[in-house]
C-alpha cells in the first residue's frame, strides 16, 4: 500500500508565498517522475509542475518564474514553493508520483488527497 500525503495548502493574500510539500510512503521501490496539478472550480485538473528522476523540470505557463518545483529522493518527498501568489491560483492542488512498487511492475500514477489554496484578500 502506497499513500501520498500533501500539506502546506491554507489561505494567503495576493503576493504572498506558499510552499507545499508531498511525501510516499508504503511499498515503494522507485519513483520517477513528480508532478503538480491543481483544479479550480468549475475547470479540469491541469499540470503546474513536473520534475523528472534526472531533475528536468517543466511548468505551466501561468507559473513560470513564480513556482519551483524540487523533489527529495531520499525522502520521497516532493515540493512545490509558490511565490508572488495571485487569486487566479486559487484551488485545490494535487501531487502525482510515478511509483514502481517491486522490480517487476511497471510505474503506476498515484495522487495525493489534495490540499486547497486561497488567494484572497
Known amino acids: 500500500q502506497v499513500q501520498l500525503v500533501e500539506s502546506g495548502g491554507g489561505l494567503v493574500q495576493p503576493g504572498g508565498s506558499l510552499r507545499l510539500s508531498c511525501a510516499a510512503s508504503?511499498?515503494?521501490?522507485?519513483?520517477?517522475?513528480m508532478a503538480w496539478y491543481r483544479q479550480a472550480p468549475g475547470k479540469q485538473r491541469q499540470l503546474v509542475a513536473r520534475?523528472?528522476?534526472?531533475?528536468?523540470?517543466n511548468y505551466a505557463d501561468s507559473v513560470k518564474g513564480r513556482f519551483t518545483i524540487s523533489r527529495d529522493n531520499d525522502k520521497n518527498t516532493v515540493y512545490l514553493q509558490m511565490y508572488s501568489l495571485k487569486p487566479e491560483d486559487t484551488a485545490v492542488y494535487y501531487c502525482?508520483?510515478?511509483?514502481?512498487?517491486?522490480?517487476?511492475?511497471?510505474?503506476?500514477?498515484?495522487w495525493g488527497q489534495g490540499t486547497q489554496v486561497t488567494v484572497s484578500s
Open positions: 520534475i523528472r528522476t534526472i531533475g528536468t523540470r
Open positions: 502525482q508520483m510515478q511509483i514502481r512498487v517491486s522490480v517487476i511492475t511497471t510505474p503506476q500514477d498515484m
Open positions: 508504503g511499498n515503494i521501490f522507485s519513483i520517477s517522475a
